[in-house]
Nanobody, 119 residues
Framework: VQLQASGGGLVQAGGSLRLSCAVS????????MGWYRQAPGKTREFVAD???????NYAASVKGRFTISRDNAKNTVYLQINSLKPEDTDVYYCNAEISTGGGYPRDYWGQGTLVTVSS
């Protein structure tokens, strides 16, 4: 199972980006999917997640600016980021709880995509 994140880049404050994370491999089912972010020297922090049924949760710091969505047919989760602020500069990681057939589901992580916001 692999998670491939993409869509990061350098943007000016106030701009927007759309991150994508595609899941591939031998998958039985994908449960919750989410995004986290991490700055150098800091712990990884929760950004948003979405259940298989479409229920969403957001960190208070991003609520109203970030929107998480998923396309179950494409095994892909998205993060639309609007009104970017310099403090949103981080490496963004996608996460998914995946069953590969037999046994309990487990967490998988993508490789991270860097978002840099200039002031």
């Amino acid at each position: 199972v692999q998670l491939q994140a993409s869509g990061g880049g350098l943007v000016q404050a106030g701009g927007s980006l759309r991150l994508s994370c595609a899941v591939s491999g031998s998958i039985f089912s994908i449960h919750g999917m989410g995004w986290y972010r991490q700055a150098p020297g800091k712990t990884r922090e929760f950004v948003a997640d979405i259940t298989s049924g479409g229920g969403t949760n957001y960190a208070a710091s991003v609520k109203g600016r970030f929107t998480i969505s998923r396309d179950n047919a494409k095994n892909t989760v998205y993060l639309q980021i609007n009104s970017l602020k310099p403090e949103d500069t981080d490496v963004y990681y996608c996460n998914a709880e995946i069953s590969t057939g037999g046994g309990y589901p487990r967490d998988y992580w993508g490789q991270g995509t860097l978002v840099t916001v200039s002031s």
